[in-house]
């Protein structure tokens, strides 16, 4: 588990790792190789990324906590990093 998850709600972050895999909408798995993160990435901003998983990537956007559900990061910003 990343230490995200024990940030408080709408904290500003930004992350660099790996895009793992898309789960399902806007929700994909992500891992800062410390813990795997779940990112919620809009559909629009998604299409104009022309990213992929596997991909390396830095991500700017917000803690958002949830009551019934896991922590997310609602990403603003993803861009793909050089190797």
Do not use: C
């Not at 709600?9 to 895009?19: C, P, S």
């Not at 299409?47 to 559900?69: F, L, M, P, W």
């Amino acid at each position: 588990m990343s230490a995200i998850a024990k940030l408080k709600d709408e904290t500003a972050v930004t992350l660099k790792g790996t895009l793992l895999k898309h789960l399902n909408e806007d929700h994909y798995e992500f891992s800062d190789g410390i813990g795997d993160i779940l990112l919620d990435i809009d559909d629009d901003l998604w299409k104009a990324s022309n990213i992929k998983a596997g991909d390396k990537v830095q991500v700017v956007g917000e803690v958002d906590t949830h009551r019934y559900k896991p922590t997310d990061i609602e990403v603003v910003k993803i861009e793909k990093v050089l190797k």
